[in-house]
């Protein structure tokens, strides 16, 4: 069993970046592969970035490509989110998630381990 914490939340302006980092413990982060969802007040978590075990293979949603890049240090145990021209509508709870499958999954039911997310906030 894995265990994961985000850290790197917070508030920032729009337009502004945030680096969120997602550390574990428990078990070496190389094996599984690794996804970032979010969830706004009031709306179902959904999907943000995703990125295989060797780090190979990324997967961005619709709503965050170009602006968001999920990357990994599989020495430093950890994965990231990087997030630059960041808009309102990007404020939610983000989490990190891990999965021992091998094909990318874009929905929560494909992931196994769940950190207990942290907040961003965008203002306008």
């Known amino acids: 069993q894995v265990q994961l914490v985000e850290s790197g939340g917070g508030l920032v302006q729009a337009g502004g970046s945030l680096r969120l980092s997602c550390a574990a413990s428990?078990?070496?982060?190389?094996?599984?592969?690794m996804g970032w969802f979010r969830q706004a007040p009031g709306k179902e978590r959904e999907f943000v970035a995703a990125?295989?075990?060797?780090?190979?293979?990324?997967y961005n949603a619709d709503s965050v490509k170009g602006r968001f890049t999920i990357s990994r240090d599989n020495a430093k145990n950890t994965v990231y989110l990087q997030m630059n021209s960041l808009k309102p509508e990007d404020t939610a709870v983000y989490y990190c998630?891990?999965?021992?499958?091998?094909?990318?999954?874009?929905?929560?039911?494909?992931?196994?381990?769940w950190g207990q997310g942290i907040q961003v906030t965008v203002s306008s």
């Open positions: 428990g078990r070496t982060l190389l094996s599984y592969a």
């Open positions: 998630a891990s999965t021992l499958r091998i094909v990318l999954g874009t929905t929560t039911a494909q992931y196994d381990y």
């Open positions: 990125i295989t075990r060797s780090g190979t293979t990324r």
